[in-house]
């Protein structure tokens, strides 16, 4: 135990040989190497007007950013560990390797919160985020046959799928418009309005519902 080694260290300086010093560079190695390999994975995908730290914020594939944590964690350990041991050696003192020890086991426990807040957003149904639910409403927005969005409710589901719901008002003198020159003659021509009525409504109340229909697959 890290604590206990800490309050009465008892590591015996003359235990540490130069195995334990190629076992440390040869997991730096090979962290090292993982971890250059999903930064340069990162860069090549990182749109050009985002820095590499927004790139990251940005990211929502929980598998990439839990090895990008895991390695980054394990470097940065690898590297606690090398401080503890040289400190040890140097200064002939084995609490610095129990210090070292301590903060190895807080940065673990600190990969595991973040691991778990990463992770949050798909377990518990996080909203989708402002920028993007703005964005989908100037799209909408910007159909004429739309006069406004509201009650937007959204949830991420997945890495990169989100529900979105919103109730929308159309524009009723839109559509109207689009089936007036279809329609106008029939109204205004018709010698036999009164019999013919309900024969048009019934034509021209199928064609409104239609034509919203056609306006909702669109959008």
């Known amino acids: 135990n890290s604590f206990q080694d800490l309050l009465n260290p008892t590591v ?95 940065l673990l426990a600190a990969m595991g919160l973040a691991l778990a807040r990463l992770n949050e957003r798909y377990l518990l149904g996080q909203a989708v985020e402002p920028e993007i639910v703005e964005g989908i409403r100037k799209l909408l927005m910007a159909r004429p046959g739309i006069d406004n969005v509201q ?14 719901k919103a109730e929308v008002d159309f524009d009723g003198t839109y559509l109207a418009a689009k089936l007036m020159a279809r329609y106008e003659d029939e109204f205004l021509g018709s010698a036999r309005l009164k019999e013919d009525l309900p024969v048009l409504l019934a034509f021209y109340a199928e064609d409104v519902v239609r034509t919203l229909e056609r306006e909702v697959r669109e959008v």
């Open 12 to 106: 015996q300086l003359e235990e540490i040989t130069w195995d334990v010093w190629g076992v440390l560079g040869i997991s730096f190695a090979i962290d090292g190497s993982v971890l250059h390999q999903t930064f340069q994975l990162l860069r090549d995908s990182k749109p050009k007007h985002l820095t590499i730290l927004e790139h990251i914020r940005r990211i929502r594939d929980p598998t990439t950013l839990a090895v990008l944590l895991e390695d980054s964690g394990a470097c940065l350990g690898v590297v606690m560990a090398i401080v503890g041991i040289g400190m040890s050696q140097a200064f002939a003192n084995p609490m610095f390797d129990s210090i070292a020890g301590c903060c190895i086991s807080g």
């Open 151 to 164: 009650s937007v409710q959204s949830q991420w589901i997945g890495p990169y799928t989100f529900a979105y």
